[in-house]
């Protein structure tokens, strides 16, 4: 389990506008490790963990993205049934509230009110 930076891109809701970002990413030779997409009625947040963020932040911003750089938690394993389902027990347990959550290949990268606390409770799971 790791910490991460997570960009939370705020973009038009329209075709083009992701391809046009995961291709300024892939010029770069930035690598998307995980993605979330939410839309809204004209816009979109876009939330990724990348090999590089702070170079993927500097280009977005040249680009005139608005990015939010938050930590988030990367738990890595299995792709399982229930391993979520344990993982949020675990959590409530200790009164830590998951924000959101979504999945990578291998992983779950989960954005959590304290991220400390969660790191120490989930660091023998």
Sequence with gaps: MKVAKQLALFVENKPGTLAAVCQALADKKINIEAISISDAVDHAVVRMVVD???KALHLLGEH???VVERD???VTGPSQSGALARIA?????QKINIEYAYTATESMILRVDNIAKARRVLKNC
Excluded: E, F, S, Y
């Design 52 to 54: 590089n963020p702070q």
């Design 64 to 66: 005139g993205v608005l």
């Design 72 to 74: 988030v938690l990367v």
């Design 89 to 93: 027990k675990i959590l409530a347990k």
